[in-house]
């Protein structure tokens, strides 16, 4: 389970990483979208914790740069996908926990 969640957050994040290059040397409306799209699960993740406005507020007011407001949706993307493979194997050894005592 962990060992899954490390290989998709690397993926994650070099994919994000390569999306990012792209968008700051070679710009165009695909590239842009992909990286809209790459912020949509942080930017959800932030907003439901009401944590999105505060930190858009902070960037336009020069408080914070854009590399840390990169990093701030990073550590939220690999945050939630830890947290989703810790439900996900905490349901799946409920079940399984289920099945063992009926059949025992």
């Known amino acids: 389970m962990l060992g899954n969640s490390f290989l998709l957050s690397a993926i994650y994040l070099v994919a994000g990483l390569g999306v990012e290059l792209l ?3 070679h710009p ?3 590239i ?8 949509r699960l942080p930017a959800g993740v932030l907003e439901a914790l009401g ?3 505060p930190l858009r507020e902070a960037y336009l007011q020069n408080e914070i740069g ?6 701030v949706f ?6 939630l ?4 493979a810790l439900a996900v194997g905490g349901g799946m050894w409920l079940v ?3 099945q063992r005592s009926r059949a025992g």
């Open 96 to 98: 399984m926990a289920a």
């Open 28 to 30: 165009g409306e695909r």
């Open 74 to 79: 990073a550590s939220t993307a690999v945050a």
């Open 81 to 84: 996908i830890f947290a989703l």
């Open 51 to 53: 944590l999105l406005g």
């Open 66 to 71: 854009a590399l840390a407001l990169r990093l």
């Open 32 to 39: 842009i979208r992909l990286s809209n799209a790459l912020d």
């Open 23 to 25: 968008r700051r040397f």
